[in-house]
């Protein structure tokens, strides 16, 4: 029975937790210890609150996997070392919040040019600036995507429990490989500091760095395979393959062409296409009571948790709610939401800022189904009821 | 993608060890990053091939983020200032490697300041070449850090009021354990130096004071030809052993060069930090 089982669960593309430890655990363990299984052997970080539990745990853990712990002198200075740390052939990571994650911007872009592959950590907290420093948020999840200047994409992560927080965690070091990118992962205060039950699989995929299969006189270090966006192999320094890392525009080569308007062009749709093209790919959700929705949340993050529960009270009222988790928040996935305002009659948004991916929402949904956003601020969570308020206004 | 084609003319130490495709390079004629480019070729051929292949180059943004562009080598042409947090992620992970930087002088010590004095902190096993231009130059000439008193610039139109960083004394207070400076005039013993800092194991600086004719030239020196340059170089820099002996009226305006010190009282980091990796992981040996 178990064979099968574990053989059904195969097939439909989930791996089985064929070997699997319970026990309780708080968000930012769950962060470090799944850094380490996924092969995070640096992390250079700044102390920053709320953070900075994950820069204590990796200073304890690193150093018995073997890796290496350096307490940088700035977050400028955290997410340079990672791009240094990536290319001399390390799987790196660094965790930050607001202040931080807006120091770390410039070298973010140099990370997507030189398509470094990196995780970042951003424990959100309440902004502007310093803010409200103890405070959750959900204030930045447009400053991922769109903070550092000129044009590309990124993947950014939101888990919603310390399970999440486990698994997307592989999975943000996963798609860093995949794509050679920096990926986000788009904590906030609360999931940091929650102590829940996790399970622990230790059978789980982990993408190893994928190393040239050619000699160095014929690799290209940026030329993707023919119909394809990225080029998964990449070489560490001093493996002979003499490679340049420019934050310059540059060619497939990593010849720094920061006058040719034609390589220019490719190299920047090329970085904006491996993550937009693949957005099939990348996107992932999960959908709660959809099967009879009308009227559906769309949620990441902490108000997820009350979404479930406002939904399940909607039920009990008459009105036929369902919940959809977003997994990953970037690339957005403009094809699930335009399929869900055609079988919905209306979209509920809560979000622990002053409505940002509402608007993205709204934007998909193309004015197929009502679209509201439930803004909260200031480091308050959302109350079931607060949702509740939005759902039986939509449902009248 | 199309691979440049070299061309036939080429030095012979640019064929071993340049990206000739990429020639000629971006400098303005006359300039002083070619001197120091060739310096630090000549430093590692003499110091034995299978140091090149163990080289890695970082630079920042600058003309001086250029130097190692053109090298056959893995070179990380980074952000501006940002070039010390990247090589010290490199040589942690990679003691074997030796780990070279050029930055200029805005690049280390305006934008880039902190990273160096937390570099120089730590002691971490770097060779840093600093060209020092006395001004920003390839944003058209404005005041940096270094640029003498009362010197127009683009952004000082009524004289340079800003006091200078003398880059020997910090480094010097804050841990490097090497330090020479020199200028595009005293070539070969820029190259020794070179030589004597990437053998040293520790933070190594080399501040090499370099002309730049376009900007510099027009707005320090008052004249554009790199030969007057060279001369003012010459005529103005003292033996640091000779400026003991000097008040500091007499050293205004010179240019001190030298080896100004070389310690091995410091732990190197790089070492400290697979030291500590060892214990935490059991292994004595």
Known sequence: ?????????????????????????IGYDAVTDAAILAGCRFFAGYPITPATEIAERMAEKLPKSGGIFLQMEDELASINSLIGASWAGFKAM?????PGLSLMMEGLGYAVLSETPMVIVDVQRVGPSTGMVTYPSQGDVCQVRWGSHGDYSIIAIAPASVQDSFDYTIMAFNYAELYRTPVILLMDEVIAHLREPLIVREDVEIVKRKRPSMPPEEFMPFMPKPGEYVQREMPALGEGYKVIVESTMHDELGYRESESHEVGSRTIARLWNKIEKNVEK??????????DAEIAVVSYGCPFRSAINAAKTARKEGINVGVVKMITIWPFHDSMIEKLAEKVKAIVVPEMNMSKIVREVARAAKGKAKVLGVPKLAGQMHTPEDILVAIRSVAR | ???????????????????????????CPGCGL??????????????GKDLWERTVFVSGIGCSGWIPVYFKCDVLHTLHGRALPIATAIKVCRPELNVVVTMGDGDSMAIGGNHLIHAARRNIDLTVVVANNMLYSLTGGQVAPTTPQNVYTNTTPYGNFEPNFNLMELMKAA???????????????????IKKAMEHRGFAVVEVVSQCPTYAGRY???????????????ENSVPVEKSKEMS?????????????????????FAEKVHTLIRAARGDSG
């Not at chain 2, 841990?175 to 130096?193: C, D, E, I, M, P």
């Open chain 1, 1 to 25: 029975m178990y064979f099968l089982a574990s053989c059904l669960v195969r097939i439909l593309g989930r791996s089985f937790p064929l070997k699997k430890e319970k026990k309780l655990m």
């Open chain 1, 94 to 98: 660094t965790a930050t919040s607001g």
């Open chain 1, 282 to 291: 990348i996107a992932k959700e999960e959908f709660y009571f959809m099967e």
């Open chain 2, 1 to 27: 993608m199309v691979r440049r084609s070299p061309p036939d003319f080429a030095h012979y130490l640019a064929k071993k060890y340049m990206r000739t495709e990429m020639l000629p390079t971006a400098f």
């Open chain 2, 34 to 47: 070619g001197i120091i480019e060739r310096a630090i070729i000549m430093a590692i051929d003499e110091l």
């Open chain 2, 175 to 193: 841990g490097a354990t090497y330090f020479a400076r020199w200028t595009t005039w005293h070539f070969v013993q820029l190259k020794n130096s």
């Open chain 2, 220 to 234: 320090i020196l008052g004249k554009p030809d790199p030969r007057d340059f060279m001369e003012w170089f010459k």
């Open chain 2, 248 to 268: 500091e009226e007499e050293l205004q305006g010179k240019i001190v060069v030298g080896e100004f010190f070389k310690r091995s009282d410091r732990r190197e």
